[in-house]
């Protein structure tokens, strides 16, 4: 078990400002064991010098979909062989670590499988916390069904690169939930809202009637778990906070009246602003339609002010990102889109502390405390000066730990 000890360190993670400098950090195997002000004595262990650097925990990227690496159109995603999806998947948890995100949240199509592999090293990635597929009704964000299409959309169940399933009804939905945590979800992710940025189902319609949405909030409290929304408008957001659901994805048109019911009732919203940014930037590469293109960047537009809204309201925010296909590059631009309406360590936070909560997993990842896994990043530069210092793919990351494992370490002597 190889141990090591960071020295002169000033630990950053949000929670206090400028951070907490001159601490010493004893790693043993995957675990950080010790966290101390003053010099930690033990002969065996590699020392690392850390004055005039930044030691954080790894980033949480609350927001993604490990199996929409592929393609970028979501549907023809969906329709890519297993195998294609399952490489661009390895490809993506590499690149991802290299970026600093240690752990990832996936929102819809990464399996338990996936989850076993990175936890047994046969493959290099981030923790996964999984959904398994989310739930979409008929006709809902994620049914990739043409209107020419006549089949009942069960073809998507067995593709690894779908995020959804197809489910009407209360007891299906029922049962549906259930069959998803018995596939090794950790909470249950509903398409509760038409998709802004869909070139199919632009709609702002509600997905799933209110019976249905209590099903999955029922069946999620038996399991000791929670549902998270995909929703777009003030009126999906409000339903959902109406039923006391924790997770609000994207949150987009949130008005301040409904922050303030999601601050009050402590739920977390996850915006994905670098989502749209991506697709914007790269519209004609990817040959968007440009209508559709008008309408992402409305929908960029209104971005700032829906992080203005919540922060002023003391809405919980955690970092996301959702993107897709070759878009992944775009990953860490969440940080700089934040940090245009918030300040850097409001920003950092997002990214470890509630992140964390919202994974529940708190103690363990998103922290530099005592028996908390080892997931660490050295920064070569101040990212509270500079947010970008946590972007450009890693570059100013001059050592990268997951799990006690050295992903990246340029300071070896
Ligand atoms: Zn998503």
Known sequence: MSSYIFENARILDGSVADGVHDQFVRVSGNIIEEVSDKPIKDSNARRIDLRGKTLMPGLID???????????????????????????????????????????????GATFAQVQAVEQGLVQ???????????????????????????????????????????????DCRKAARDEVRKGAQFIKVMANGGAASSHFPRPYLGFSTE?????????????????????????????????????????????ETAETAARQGAIVTPTISAYEAQIRESARLGLDPAFVERLKWVRARGPESLEIMRAAGVKLAFGTDVLGSMYSYQSEEFMIRNEVIPALEVIKSATLNAAELVRMPGK????APGAFADLLVLEKDPLKDISV????????????????LIKDELAA
């Open 390 to 405: 946590l972007a450009n793919q890693g570059r100013y990351m001059s050592m990268i730990v997951k799990n006690g494992e």
């Open 212 to 256: 249905e949405l209590r099903v999955f909030q029922d069946e999620a409290d038996k399991a000791k778990m929670y549902v998270s929304v995909h929703t777009h408008t003030d009126e999906a957001v409000a339903r959902a906070l109406e039923l006391g659901i924790h997770s609000i994805e994207h949150a987009t048109l949130i008005t301040p």
């Open 62 to 108: 609350c927001h993604i979909h490990l199996n929409c690496g592929g393609l970028h159109e979501p549907d023809e995603n969906a329709a890519l062989p297993n195998e294609t999806v399952l490489y661009h998947s390895v490809r993506l948890m590499k690149e991802m670590l290299n970026r600093g995100f240690t752990t990832v949240r996936d929102l819809g």
């Open 365 to 368: 990842v998103g922290t530099v």
């Open 125 to 171: 990635g981030p923790r996964l916390v999984i959904c398994g597929k989310a739930m979409v009704q008929t006709g809902g964000h994620s049914d990739y069904r043409t209107r020419h299409d006549s089949d009942d959309g069960s073809r998507h169940l067995g593709q690894l690169g779908a995020v959804g399933r197809i489910v009407d009804g209360v007891d």
